[in-house]
């Protein structure tokens, strides 16, 4: 099944691009996707995952525009088609 990967800002920049497509297997959740990715691109890891494996919390995680933490967080099961977005939290004022 193919899942397509956003990334914004910071996350972006580990990746360089915005967009990419990947193949997953049936059963394949968030957290399993976020590892491979943070395997495949430097830096990437280290801005979603805490020391602990776990998403951290100024990273924003949706899955077809939901947010992860409404769902069942990391263990998210993905489906074909689905779209990953992940973007680090902005502040400002």
Not at 7 to 30: I, L, Q, S
Not at 34 to 50: K, Q
């Amino acid at each position: 099944m193919q899942v397509t990967c956003l990334f914004y800002a910071t996350v972006r920049d580990a990746v360089g691009r915005k967009r990419v497509t990947r193949t997953v297997e049936a059963g394949t959740t968030v957290r399993d996707l976020l590892r491979a990715l943070g395997e495949e691109y430097d830096g990437f890891g280290p801005l979603v995952f805490d020391s602990e494996e776990r998403v951290r919390a100024n990273v924003n995680v949706l899955v077809n525009e939901e947010p992860i933490r409404s769902l069942a967080g990391g263990e998210t099961e993905l489906a074909d088609g689905d779209i990953l977005m992940v973007a680090p939290s902005v502040a400002g004022g």
